[in-house]
Each structure stands twice: as structure tokens, then as C-alpha cells.
């Protein structure tokens, strides 16, 4: 009776040990999924930390541009950093900045002086909200302290279109003035030499989201990827999401799983990777599927057999028969298992713990030129050679030591006569059978992909040295545009004395000859009234409108000659000389005319003074002639950063096309020599609102 459930106890072990050979293939499958799932994240995280360093040299890159005598200016500027063309090569970086130190008040982080921005959005009012955060000041302070490369703590630069916030940091990098008596840059060894010295920031503004778009190219759409600052995982610290989908981890929770934390100039970041669904299936089904279904059908077969077995011999013949057409379909899955490793492009060994190879696919028979059966009864230094089985077995005792993939590269001539360089991996086995431990190796040929990578660094080299001559050239030129605007501006100069004299000249004539005359004529008509007053009185009145009309032309050409004569500005100064001019205005044109002068810094260069000067005779003598006024204010101050002068009456104004105006002599004439010294001027008026005409000139150590 014993023997009559015997079948169902075969086919009972049978499944159970189909069962658990399938839940170890399964785990094999999963532990494949999660080497593949930490090679990529580990991946992701190296391309993360090589974009991070790279920004961090071109910042240094950028901060060499002030190590020079001459101050960069920001045409130099824009041109280093467009060459580098950084929205291509580096994404992420939304704009490069240089700030002024700002080292009295420890509240403010400078001046924002030049900016190259790649994003058409980032205006410059969020720039300069950027650098006064707290968080910027902290990372200058930082930066100065150090010495090294300052970092800001996790900064909010917006929102994006679906709500979420959009996270972002600063780098900022110090630059120390230039000491011209040792001919190199100050020192900056100490912090407070690095306080003292530092002049400014060249700061870069980044973007994780733009910034992981560069890294990961849109590979990595199977992974999440968060990234937080600092060694917490919260929403307050949370710099980048792949996905956004932090709040929703707890309802599908992922497969596998990895924390990381890497040091950004000092600063820590950590970096969590998680599976999505679309990682997970990827898991291989196929040879659990596989196994399940030998299994069962293995385990059916063994019960049958046995039933077989026990019903009679006839039965078992027939078994055998079966048992026979399975090791056939089992020899079959070996050979179809072969075809695939020997069509496999890459290749394959495995070796044994004596050295000797138990199994070699064709590839890499292919590789070295040499034939399967070689291997079977001599050591593979007698095949391949000595040195090629010295190089591939190189890394085997550490992958025996640490039961860990191990990647290696070596340099192997192979059967074209040349070297090629080999990517080598191995991996343990260990089974139960002393035919089945050994190291699998799988070797890939990157010569070509190692070649790629060579011309690419020799293409960025050459990139660097062009960059250099450009810039020497760019120096160059600009040297000789300085000297030809010297050059012009001593001409102006010259030309402006020669103009002045002939004016001089001019009015020295006009006063003393034309006044001589005009004042002999003025006598001779009042001594002819009193003459004629006892003879003819009306004779008489009209001698002494003939004294009137020579002693207004008197005046007259007292203030014309005023007019030509150029004040002395050594011994007079610019405010005696609107003083002297403001009283001839009332004396000729009876309009008061008030003069206000204030500042601390006296102007005392020839150009700009006579230029000021030009430049308020033509604005009063236009108010006498057309204005109508019954008022006029001349305004002058000047410090140590600009010169203001102001010149405003109370008249009808211009009329509402006085920019047609500026095409006439006397608004030219102010234009020009407003431009002449560099300063900006500008007019004001309104119909019935009288006119006001400004010039801005900014601070010269000229002056």
C-alpha cells in the first residue's frame, strides 16, 4: 500500500525543490536588478560631482582674468566668458557675476559690476536679490575666511510652471587686487590678508534643475533621484527631485534604495537614489519562468516515472523514453546557451582557482587568435603568451579577496599585432563543485572609445591656448585705443587753447579799441546836449539819446568782450569766473541772475573748467534772448564722485519740437562739449513750465 503514494510524495519533493531553485534564480535576477540600480546611481553621483568641479574651474578660470595690473573691464569680461561657451559645454550655469567687495558694511555683499547672464529670465534685479541673501553673505564670508570656494546654502529662485519651487545655490570665488610693486597678485596667505585684499567675487548662479538636466541628459527616467543639502532628508533642504514625487514615497515604496553623501567645497550634500517602477521591470522574469516550468514539468515527469515505475516495466520504458526526450531538450537549452556566449562581442573566460581556463566563448578566441581546444589540457600562458595571461590574470586574487566585482584596464597585443586597451571584469563563483569555482572574466575593447576621449581633452587644451592668444590680442588693442584717445584727447585740448586765444584776442580788441571809441563818442554827445540845450532843446534831446545809445553799446561790448575773454582758471577759479559772468548778465540784460556753489573738491583742469564755462554762456544767452524770463539760477556742485552743473530759468520753455532744436549751432555747441569731456547733458522744459538744462559729469582724478 506504501508504494501506491509514492508517486505524489516523488512529485511533493520534487516541486519543493522546483520551488526553491526558482526563489534562488528569482533572488539572483533581483540581486543582477540592484548591481545594476547602484552602478547607475554611482554613476549619476561621479557625473554630478565632475560637473560640480568643472563649474569650480571655470570660476578660477574666470578669477585669473584679474590677475593683471589692468583692471578687466567689461568688455574683456564678456568676451572670456562667451568663449567659453557654456550653454552648450556646461548647462546649468545660468550666469556669471563680478561683485565689488563690500567689506565696511558686513550686511551687504558689493556692487554688482558685470554680469553675463544665459537665461533670458534672470533679470538683474533678481541677481542682485541673489547676492543679498543672507545665505550669499554667509558663503562671501566663507569663501574669504577660507580661502577656498565658497557655496550657499539651498536658495529659492522662483517657482515653475506646476507649482513646485524652484531650488538653486551660488559659488563664489575671491579676487585679490594686484600689487604693482612685487608685479603679482597681493597677499592672500591669511585671513586677514584675504579681507584686506579682496576686491571682489566672481560669483556663479546656478539651477539644479538645469544643472541635473545636463548631467543626466535624459537617461536616468527609471530612477528617482533627490537631492538634499546638508545630511538631512526633509522638503526644507530638498534641492532637486527627479519626479517630484517625495510626498508620494510612502504609498509605493521602491525596490531598492541608496543614500549617499558627497562634500561640495566643504559643504554636504546627500544624494538619495530610488527604483521607479519602470527600473523594476527590468528585472528578468525569464529564468525564474524557465525554471518554474522545468521544474514542474521535471517534477511531473520523476512522478510519473515513478508511477510508472510501480505499475510496471512497460510503464518504465516508456518513461525512459521521456526521461530521454528531456536530456535532449536539456542538451538543447546548453547548446542554445552556448550559441549565445560564443556570438556574444565581447569576451568571455572562466577560470579555475589553479589558472587553468575551464571555458572560453568565441570572441575571445577570436581576440587573441587561438582556438578553443588549446585550453583544454595546457595552461593559457602557453596559448595566449605569458604577458596577455600575466595582464588578465592581474586582478583575480583581490576579486577572490573581496567577493566583489572588480574592473580593471589593460594594455594587450592581440592577434592584429597591435595594443588595445581592455576594459577587464571579474566576478567570483562559487558553487558546490570544484568545477564550478573559479573567477568569470568578460573583457571589452574601449581602445577606439579611449581615443575619442584623448582628441577630446587635446581639442579642450588647444581651446585653452586660443583663448589665451585671443586674449593677448584683445589686450593688445585695447593698449593702442587707449593711446589714440590720449592722443586725440591732447589734440582737442590743443585745439580748444587755440580757440580760446583767438576769442581772447578777439574781445581784448573789442574793448579796447571799440570801447575807447564807443566812450570818446558817449562824452562828445553829452557835452553836445549841454551845447546845444541853451540853443535848441530839441537838438539837444536828440544829442543826449545819441550818449544813451552809445553808452548801452558801451555795455554792450564790455559783456561781449567778458564773453570772449577766457577766465583764468589758476588764479581765478571756475566759480569767480559764473560769478563775474552771472553780474555782466544783469548789468546788460537787467534779469537777476543768482550763482550757487557747493562741494568740496575745486575744478581746476583747463578743459573741463573752460568747457563748464562755454557751456553756461550759451544756456544764459539763449534764456535772454528767448525765455522771457524774470529769473535765472546757475547751480554748481562737485565732490569726489561727479561734478553737477545746473542752469534753469522761469521763461515760456521750448517749444513741444525743441528736439528739432538741437540741429541749430548753440544746441550742438553744448552737446559737443559736454561729450568733449565725457559728461551727459540733458534738458528739461515745458511750454509755460520754464527750462532747466543738466550736465552729470562722473568723478576724474583730473579734476
Keep these: ?139 562671501k564670508e566663507n569663501a574669504v575666511a577660507s580661502g577656498e570656494v565658497g557655496v550657499t546654502d539651498k536658495i529659492s529662485v522662483g517657482r515653475i510652471s506646476d507649482g513646485y519651487e524652484q531650488a538653486g545655490f551660488l559659488m563664489f570665488v575671491p579676487v585679490y587686487k594686484f600689487d604693482s610693486a612685487s608685479n603679482r597678485i597681493s597677499k592672500h596667505d591669511t585671513p586677514e590678508s584675504r ?19 545636463g548631467v543626466l541628459g535624459g537617461n536616468e527616467t527609471d ?86 515505475l510501480v505499475r510496471g516495466r512497460a510503464r518504465a520504458l516508456q518513461a525512459a523514453f521521456e526521461i530521454t526526450e528531456s536530456k535532449a531538450r536539456i542538451t538543447e537549452s546548453k547548446a542554445t546557451l552556448q550559441a549565445i556566449l560564443d ?39 602557453e596559448v595566449i603568451g605569458s604577458e596577455a595571461s600575466a595582464k588578465l590574470a592581474r586582478s583575480d586574487v583581490f576579486c577572490f579577496k573581496s567577493n566583489q566585482p572588480v574592473i580593471s584596464r589593460e594594455t594587450i597585443e592581440l592577434s592584429d599585432g597591435k595594443p588595445h586597451l581592455l576594459e577587464i571584469t571579474k566576478i567570483k563563483l562559487s558553487g558546490d563543485g570544484a568545477n564550478s569555482q573559479g573567477i568569470i572574466g568578460i573583457m571589452a575593447d574601449i581602445t577606439e572609445a579611449s581615443a575619442l576621449q584623448d582628441a577630446l581633452q587635446k581639442s579642450r587644451d588647444e581651446m585653452e591656448v586660443r583663448v589665451v592668444e585671443r586674449t593677448q590680442d584683445l589686450l593688445a588693442t585695447k593698449n593702442k585705443l587707449e593711446q589714440e584717445m590720449l592722443a586725440r584727447k591732447v589734440l582737442e585740448r590743443k585745439v580748444l587753447e587755440v580757440s580760446e586765444e583767438a576769442q581772447a584776442q578777439i574781445g581784448r580788441e573789442l574793448h579796447d579799441d571799440l570801447g575807447q571809441l ?68 544783469v548789468i546788460v540784460s537787467g534779469i537777476p541772475c543768482e550763482v550757487h556753489v557747493s562741494g568740496d573738491v575745486e575744478i581746476i583742469d583747463f578743459m573741463i573748467a573752460t568747457n563748464l564755462y562755454r557751456i553756461t554762456q550759451e544756456a544764459i544767452n539763449n534764456a535772454v534772448k528767448h525765455s522771457k524770463a524774470s529769473h535765472l539760477s546757475i547751480d554748481l556742485y562737485s565732490d569726489a564722485k561727479q561734478i553737477l552743473l545746473t542752469i534753469a530759468d522761469n521763461g515760456v520753455g521750448l517749444p513741444r519740437n525743441y528736439e528739432e532744436e538741437r540741429k541749430g549751432f548753440g544746441m550742438l555747441n553744448m552737446y559737443y562739449r559736454a561729450q568733449l569731456i565725457g559728461a551727459k547733458l540733458s534738458i528739461d522744459s515745458r511750454e509755460g513750465g520754464g527750462t532747466k538744462i543738466s550736465l552729470d559729469l562722473p568723478f576724474n582724478e583730473s579734476f
Design 1 to 139: 500500500m506504501m508504494f501506491r503514494y509514492l508517486p505524489l510524495l516523488v512529485l511533493a519533493i520534487a516541486l519543493g525543490l522546483t520551488y526553491q531553485t526558482w526563489g534562488a534564480v528569482k533572488r539572483a535576477s533581483m540581486v543582477d536588478l540592484k548591481i545594476d540600480f547602484e552602478y547607475r546611481s554611482n554613476d549619476v553621483i561621479n557625473r554630478l560631482a565632475e560637473r560640480l568641479l568643472s563649474y569650480k574651474q571655470i570660476l578660477i578660470g574666470v578669477q585669473s582674468l584679474f590677475s593683471k595690473p589692468e583692471f578687466v573691464d567689461s568688455s574683456e569680461f564678456h568676451t572670456y566668458v562667451n568663449s567659453l561657451n557654456l550653454e552648450q559645454n556646461f548647462p546649468g550655469i545660468h550666469s556669471i557675476l563680478f561683485v565689488t567687495n563690500n567689506s565696511t558694511p558686513k550686511s551687504e555683499i558689493g556692487r554688482l559690476l558685470y554680469a553675463e547672464q544665459f537665461q533670458k529670465n534672470d533679470q538683474r534685479k533678481l541677481l542682485e536679490s541673489l547676492l543679498s541673501n543672507p545665505k550669499s553673505l554667509t558663503a
Design 195 to 213: 579681507r584686506e585684499n579682496c576686491i571682489g567675487f566672481v560669483v556663479g548662479t546656478f539651477v539644479l534643475g538645469d544643472l541635473m538636466s
Design 223 to 308: 530612477i528617482d533621484i533627490e537631492i538634499f543639502y546638508g545630511k538631512e532628508s526633509n522638503n526644507n533642504s530638498l534641492l532637486f527631485d527627479t519626479d517630484n514625487s517625495r510626498t508620494d514615497k510612502n504609498l509605493y515604496p521602491s525596490w531598492f534604495q541608496s543614500i549617499r553623501h558627497i562634500d561640495v567645497q566643504g559643504y554636504p550634500w546627500t544624494i538619495e537614489t530610488s527604483s521607479l517602477p519602470a527600473f523594476e521591470a527590468h528585472l528578468d522574469k525569464s529564468k525564474p519562468l524557465l525554471v518554474i516550468k522545468s521544474g514542474i514539468g521535471i517534477s511531473i515527469l520523476l512522478a510519473i516515472l515513478v508511477w510508472v
Design 343 to 381: 556570438n556574444s562581442p565581447i569576451g568571455i573566460w572562466f577560470s579555475g582557482f589553479d589558472g587553468r581556463y575551464r571555458f572560453v566563448n568565441k570572441a575571445f578566441c577570436d581576440a587573441f587568435g587561438v582556438q578553443e581546444q588549446r585550453f583544454e589540457s595546457i595552461h593559457p600562458f
Design 518 to 585: 564807443l566812450t570818446g563818442a558817449a562824452y562828445m554827445a553829452g557835452s553836445l546836449a549841454n551845447r546845444l540845450s541853451k540853443i535848441d532843446h530839441a537838438a539837444s534831446e536828440q544829442a543826449e539819446v545819441l550818449k544813451r545809445i552809445a553808452q548801452d553799446a558801451i555795455k554792450r561790448s564790455r559783456y561781449i568782450s567778458h564773453s570772449l575773454i577766457p577766465f583764468n582758471v589758476a588764479n581765478r577759479g571756475l566759480r569767480q569766473g559764473l560769478e563775474q559772468f552771472a553780474e555782466d548778465v
